[in-house]
């Protein structure tokens, strides 16, 4: 159980393009998902945290009208790059939690975005 | 454990080895702790998790070490395999209406020669 799928797994998109990374917890309901961004060598870090129903939280230095964050539902957000750059390329990746899970978080397997 | 944009510490063992990983965090509010396995283009994969009510945690194969005293915490992995081949990243999380809000240690690199 605790399943947290994300697509695609890799894109590439031209820069002034935007692009749409989804997340669905596909065995539980999140009430809160977090976005992660990893560049190579390097650890991950928190861009913002989404609850369902409601704006997201960005972390300092995260442009929200950059990286709009959708959680339409308990099982679904959504991550979208708009007006993409080449520095934008990193790798996205997402996490669930839920009450019902103590709290603990479960990631997706990522998303690699090269913006050429 | 802030990511400072540094290369990642590399820890090189061979197979059949203990190998012991550790990292430091900062928030001294911080309530549990979670190490994780991360292979190369994938996401996190859970390993073991300790609350700050115990300083000691077995699994299979691993143990966690936590000493709140300094901050710090351990990954004991014992009979060290070529499989453990990863990135070794510890996490926090302070709790509070946020849970699964994870800040990120720097990162261990594990190689295991055979």
């Known amino acids: 159980g605790a399943v947290v799928s994300q697509h695609p797994s890799w894109v590439i998109c031209k820069s002034g393009t935007s692009v749409k990374i989804e997340c669905r917890s596909l065995d539980f309901q999140a009430t809160t998902m977090f976005w992660y961004r990893q560049f190579p060598k390097q650890s991950l870090m928190l861009m913002a945290t989404s609850n369902e129903g409601s704006k997201a939280t960005y972390e300092q230095g995260v442009e929200k009208d950059k990286f709009l964050i959708n959680h339409a539902s308990l099982t679904l957000s959504t991550l979208t790059v708009t007006s993409a750059h080449p520095e934008d390329s990193s790798f996205y990746i997402c996490?669930?939690?839920?009450?019902?899970?103590?709290?603990?978080?479960?990631f997706g397997q990522g998303t690699r975005l090269t913006v050429v | 454990g802030e990511n400072v944009g540094l290369h990642l510490p590399t820890l090189s063992v061979q197979e059949g080895d203990n190998s012991i990983i550790n990292c430091a965090y900062s928030n001294s509010a911080s309530d549990y702790f979670i190490w994780y396995k991360q292979e190369s283009g994938k996401g996190p994969q859970f390993i073991i998790d300790?609350?700050?009510?115990?300083d000691k945690r077995q699994g299979q194969r691993v143990t966690v070490l936590l000493n709140k005293t300094v901050k710090h915490l351990s990954l004991q992995i014992a009979a060290t395999q070529p499989g453990d081949s990863a990135v070794y990243f510890c996490a926090d999380d302070a709790g509070g209406t946020s849970y699964g809000k994870l800040t990120f240690g720097q990162g261990t690199i594990l190689t295991v020669h055979p």
């Open positions: 996490s669930a939690s839920s009450g019902q899970l103590k709290g603990k978080a479960f």
């Open positions: 300790i609350r700050s009510n115990m």
